[in-house]
């Protein structure tokens, strides 16, 4: 049941939303790309249909043809309008051929389409397509057409133009009978295995005699038998169009694969078709045929690809040199926009004007007249820079300008005299192979030039890509894998008019023209809607009175939505224009309006140049979409003077202070902030704002991490430097220390390494109040912090009286819970010795200072019987001075008292005895013990000496020399003297017995003989 009801829940989502932010929005369609310089259309290749494009590229530039199917109109073929309607009769194929012949001569786009042909045709699929060879296409398409065109005036077009006949003669030896045969071909199929080129093959087809004879003879109908018979083929009749196909293909029977022929095959570029013919006896013209077409197959015999080199016939293209193509393509580069290229290339301009002239040439001073009067530009302004002077670049171009031979007139050079001039004149190709059998070598001069009909330059149409190329590229297609495969050669009888010239408008039906010229049109607007929208950019103006400055840089003073307006303009329109556009929006505007890049920073908007220079393209003052604009007066926002440009950039700092035991969150030592200065913000003035009561500024410089180790200190020879040059960055880290916090640091190294790290807590528990108070707090401090601040902290922590620090002091708090001797509060927690994390009491009392002793005293050496007491004593009192100040703290009287230290076993150890000693001459040391004794000190001079009697023991041998047991004393008087009443002596001696004999008072000076016999006394 809950299954069914989600799985419904999840159908809905998916078919609704899902599906919805799935389709993408339809991209803005582009128009095609518009011709480029060869102002040739070249065709879009539909996946495989190259070769159907050089064979349309062959038809188009076969202006009989184009011009015999423009010939044929709407009333004849129907149009495609009607195509839809099912009783209309509508020829589809030569209406879309029709139709694509007048976009490839007329629509201004790169590449045109071939699809709606090819549908013509019945192909709707790539697969369809690629089925085809290109020499078949060439039967299927004429094929196609002329069914296509039956019952029309076209019915006999493809025969008209392309149909010739072979005769085929066999020849009786016996009777001279001769049988024919008749062969219609609309190409010819030649073979190249074996061969070097189209003459020796044509010549091998169509003069060489093949005979019958022994084993293969000939059954001659007349003579009823098997005879030796001669046969032999001519051409009988030659098309207006010869088509010849190669058979680069072949079948290779051992190994039983398809191979293509890579040989070399020349071919050339007129061929005098006289020797292969049946009535050589017409005019030499009716023979002579001219190259105009070659198509190319590149690849191997499984695939590969189609590319034609076209002549153009009626000079329809603009053709250059190839050096002055690349020049066209860079000047075109240059000025894309102005799309003058007419003006801008003075050969086509030069061209231009001469063309115009009736007479075959002019005065070059006049062609230099002529161009300022109709292109209003003089050659010495304009080109004599770039191109020289106008009689020079003129010498410079042979092939285009004929100059008189004293150079003083100029004329356009005739089309076939470029021909003599670009080949040169080679043996005759057309004379028969030498006697000998050796083929003829056409290669050395295979391109032998004639006089020609029909002039133009040569073209690569290459799918969409067309590149003039130079007639004596067409060599480089004799062999190879790119090799010629299919040859069209034209009857060179065939003249144009003079009106088809340059003309592609030439016999284009009427409403093929306002069909393409509307296109034109519409492409034109395309392309300028579409050129604007890739030079629309988008500007984000802010205006000033939006805006407030504070805190070292702009803010809006509503939200930044509301303070931006968004304004698109193109960007090669000038920073006027702008100017005149932000007026326009803002009528209200009154007073100078200046413009200025501005940028959003961390710190807020900052200004920088001021857009200057109305005659400048936006694109030259660098202002591109999305760039930040402020609109304002120049001087002021809102009254406060604002300072642009890099160099007052402002920066913001994460200002760091070390933060109280509540502030900062857990784990944070430091509080942050961030300020906003501007770069160019002195040190000094950084530190004044920063630090007003002194302290010190210390930069983090190893990153951006706050608590990483390296701290420096800002010298105070830096202090001249500003943010920017010591490299203080949006979100670098300062450290704050005032005078109270600097005691963590040791300022004197100027590099705190290691300091936040060694950042600890001691804990401090308050003695001095009541038990219910908050009585322990954590203190951040490190080991070179002083005890009157951890002190003070405390204090504060605890909220308690300040004044509180006047009586009171620090005291480390042992394990089990005793107080021990408080710690000067000058003292750092490493002088101190105080262990990170450690417990102090803060307890009434002063610390002592540091030439102050802190300490413990009892009376008599029983802790039961006296409790322990505490004195602060200078440590240049004497111990006199001492005594008497413990004697009055405990309440005793009477002189009859002496210190003594407590020993090591907490007894009442060695006597303080010199009275007149200092405490730090005696080295006792702040948390000693000392222990009020009753009793008088020998005076000065005499010792107290405990006497042990050392007894030989019983069980020891008799004998031994007791004067070497009392020198053995005597080497250790001067230890007596020293540790007396400290230690009792070690029982070095285990031969003896060790037995106490009471003290004896002695003279410091008295002698060992004097010492004995006391000793005996007592
Ligand atoms: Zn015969």
């Not at 133009?161 to 005769?167: C, W």
């Not at 207006?240 to 694969?257: G, H, I, M």
């Not at 979100?731 to 600097?742: A, E, N, P």
Request: proline letters at 4%; a negative charge.
């Amino acid at each position: 049941m809950f299954g069914d009801l989600f799985d419904e829940d999840f159908s809905f989502i998916s078919n609704n939303h899902w599906g919805k932010g799935k389709t993408s929005k339809p991209r803005e369609c582009e128009p095609p790309a518009p011709r480029d310089f060869t102002n040739l259309s070249g065709i879009k290749n539909q996946g495989g249909t190259c070769y159907l494009n050089s064979l349309l590229q062959t038809l188009l530039f076969t202006p009989e043809f184009r011009e015999a199917l423009f010939s044929l109109g709407p009333e004849e073929l129907g149009t495609l309008d009607d195509s839809r309607k099912p009783d209309a009769k509508v020829r589809i194929i030569p209406l879309q051929l029709q139709r694509l012949f007048a976009q490839l001569l007329l629509l201004d786009q790169q590449a045109a389409s071939t699809t709606d042909l090819t549908e013509s045709f019945g192909w709707n699929s790539h697969e369809e397509m690629r089925q085809h060879d290109v020499q078949e296409l060439n039967r299927i398409l004429f094929s196609a057409l002329e069914t296509s065109l039956v019952g029309t005036s076209g019915h006999d077009l493809i025969n008209r133009l392309y149909h010739g006949i072979v005769v085929n003669h066999i020849v009786c030896k016996e009777c001279k009978n001769v049988s024919e045969r008749q062969e219609d071909f609309l190409d010819l199929t030649v073979a190249v295995k074996g061969v070097a080129g189209l003459e020796e093959a044509l010549w091998n087809m169509y003069v060489e005699e093949e005979y019958f004879e022994n084993d293969n003879l000939y059954r001659c109908g007349a003579c009823d038998k098997l005879v030796e018979a001669s046969k032999s083929a001519k051409l009988r009749k030659l098309p207006p169009f010869l088509t010849v196909s190669l058979l680069r293909f072949n079948f290779d029977f051992e190994k039983c694969e398809r191979y293509k022929e890579t040989s070399c095959y020349t071919f050339p570029l007129h061929i005098d078709l006289r020797p292969f013919c049946e009535q050589p006896e017409m005019d030499d013209s009716e023979y002579m045929y001219e190259l105009f077409s070659v198509i190319i197959h590149k690849g191997g015999c499984y695939g590969g690809h189609y590319h034609v080199y076209i002549r153009d016939v009626d000079e329809l293209g603009n053709w250059q040199l190839q050096e002055e193509e690349e020049k066209l393509i860079e000047d075109k580069a240059g000025r894309d926009a102005e799309n003058s290229k007419e003006t801008e290339n003075p050969l086509a301009v030069l061209k231009g004007i001469l063309a115009e002239e009736d007479s075959k040439q002019i005065p070059v001073d006049q062609l230099g007249q002529k161009l300022l009067e109709k292109k209003g530009v003089s050659w010495n302004k304009k080109y004599r820079k770039q191109y020289g002077a106008l009689r020079k670049y003129l010498q410079h171009h042979p092939q285009v300008f004929q100059l008189s031979p004293d150079a003083n007139k100029v004329g356009l050079k005739e089309a076939h005299e470029l021909l003599v001039e670009l080949d040169s004149p080679g043996q005759a190709l057309q004379s028969p192979p030498q006697s000998n059998g050796v083929p003829w070598n056409s290669e050395k001069n295979p391109l032998r030039p004639r006089a020609t009909s029909a002039g133009g330059h040569w073209f690569d149409l290459n799918d969409s890509k067309v590149q003039p190329i130079k007639e004596k590229d067409i060599e480089k297609q004799f062999q190879g894998k790119e090799s010629a495969y299919m040859l069209f050669y034209r009857k060179s009888q065939l003249k144009r008019p003079p009106e088809a010239r340059g003309n592609p408008r030439y016999q284009i039906p009427e409403h093929l023209l306002d069909e393409m010229n509307a296109a034109n049109t519409e492409l034109q607007k395309k392309r300028a809607e579409c050129d604007s929208a890739n030079n629309g950019i988008d500007l984000h103006l802010h205006l000033s009175s939006c805006y407030k400055f504070h805190n070292g840089a702009l803010h809006p003073s509503l939200s930044w939505k509301e303070s931006v307006v968004d304004l698109t303009i193109d960007r090669r329109k000038t920073l006027g224009d702008l100017r005149q556009a932000v007026f326009q929006m803002l009528d209200s505007w009154e007073g100078d309006m200046v413009l200025s890049l501005a940028k959003p920073l961390p710190a807020g908007l900052h200004l920088y140049q001021m857009l200057d220079g109305d005659e400048l393209s936006l694109d030259g003052v660098g202002v591109a979409d999305g760039t930040d604009i402020f609109v304002w007066n120049g001087k002021e926002v809102g009254g406060t003077r604002v300072l642009a440009g890099a160099e007052h950039e402002p920066v913001v700092l994460n200002v760091l202070r070390l933060a109280g035991h509540n502030e900062g969150g857990k784990g944070q030592h430091f509080t942050e902030a961030q300020h906003t200065f501007s770069c160019s913000t002195s040190l000094g003035d950084l530190h004044r704002a920063l630090a007003p009561s002194g302290g010190i500024v210390l930069r983090n410089s190893s990153g951006e991490e706050k608590e990483a180790k390296n701290w420096e200190v800002f010298h105070e020879e830096d202090m001249e430097e500003t943010i920017r040059s010591v490299g203080l960055r949006d979100g670098c880290s300062v450290l704050i220390l005032d005078s109270h916090d600097q005691s963590f640091v040791n300022i004197s190294s100027g590099n705190l390494t290691a300091f936040t790290c060694d950042i600890s807590w001691l804990q401090v528990k308050n003695f001095c109040g009541a038990e219910d108070e908050e009585n322990q707090v954590k203190i951040t401090a490190t080991i070179e912090t002083v005890m009157s601040d951890i002190k003070m902290k405390a204090i504060r922590e605890l909220h308690l009286e300040e004044e509180l620090a006047n009586e009171s002091c620090l005291r480390p708090v042992s394990g089990n819970g005793k107080l021990l001797s408080p710690v000067p509060e000058d003292y750092t927690v490493k002088e101190a010795e105080l262990k990170m994390g450690s417990l102090l009491g803060l307890c009434h009392g002063k610390a002592p200072t540091s030439t102050q002793l802190f300490l413990y005293f009892m009376v008599g050496s029983d802790p039961n019987s006296s409790p322990e007491m505490e004195i602060v004593v200078e440590e240049t009192a004497s111990v006199g001075e001492c005594l008497n100040l413990m004697l009055q703290k405990c309440g005793l009287s009477g002189d009859n008292w002496h210190l003594r230290r407590l020993d090591w076993c907490y007894e009442a150890g060695e006597a303080l005895s010199q009275e007149n000693a200092t405490l730090k001459e005696l080295n006792v040391c702040r948390g000693d013990t000392l222990v009020i004794m009753e009793g008088k000190l020998p005076e000065k001079g005499f010792l107290k000496i405990p006497i042990w009697w050392l007894r030989p023991s019983s069980r020891k041998k008799h004998g031994e020399n007791a004067q070497d047991q009392v020198n053995g004393l005597t080497c250790q008087m001067e230890a007596l003297q020293v540790s007396a009443g400290t230690a009792s002596p070690e029982a070095t001696h285990p031969a003896m017995e060790l037995c106490y004999a009471g003290r004896i008072e002695i003279a410091g000076e008295a002698s060992l003989e004097e010492l004995k016999l006391q000793e005996n006394g007592c």
